[in-house]
């Protein structure tokens, strides 16, 4: 059988015994290490190589957000599954931007943490139902009267755009896309600009938040996850 392999970062002892007491009943994961500050958790991700890391990049003095850039931009196949208690909506919609998997908060309960480590395992995204509220703030604000808001005018989006802003919001790169279609990566560049032109976005996350809104991936409560 083959196993999922972990690394959980994280300052709190508790936490991570925690965690690994939850994901050790489970036979096909296995918790390779453990990381108490970024040194140690860049030490550690050299020698395992995991599948996933379970981060609380929300720790001063011992992880920060640089963090998740840095496994993004070093360890480009490792998923990244969140368990934090920062909900602010910049700081989430930032790491988005770093394609994370999941994000959960840490007093959500063990079915979520479960599910959201199978979901990290399948390269799937899945937030908790708080994280969910602050990335979908800003979909229900109301345009001014007499104003003309460019979220509510009609946009034609081609067959085609919405199947790579599907494998855009599932976290896929350029590079993925194009041997996924069997297409060149420059076509995918620009199917990728034109996607964000049309749409006037500028991020991945805001990429998402229109997949979720237009149910191009699932939005589920308490979670959202892409199928």
Known sequence: MLKTIILIA???????EGIKSLLNRRKDIHIAGEAKDSNE??????????DIVIIDFHIPGHFS???IAFIRSNFPHTRVLIISTNQNKQDVLKVLDYGVNSYLLK????????????AAARNEKFFCGKVMDA?????THQCPVGSICNHCQ???IS??????????AE???TKDIAQKLFLSFHTITTHRKNIFRKLKLRSSSELILYAIKQGIINAQSPIASTN
Do not use: M, Q, W
Request: charge should be negative; proline fraction near 2%.
């Open 10 to 16: 994280d300052a709190h002892t508790l936490t991570r």
């Open 41 to 50: 958790l860049f030490n550690k991700l050299k020698k395992i190589n995991p």
């Open 65 to 67: 957000i640089n963090d």
């Open 107 to 118: 007093e959500c309960d063990e079915e979520e943490v479960i599910n959201a480590v199978y």
């Open 135 to 139: 990335i979908l703030e800003k979909a």
């Open 154 to 156: 009609a946009v034609s």
């Open 159 to 168: 067959e085609r755009e919405v199947e790579i802003i599907k494998l855009i």
């Open 171 to 173: 976290g896929n790169t």
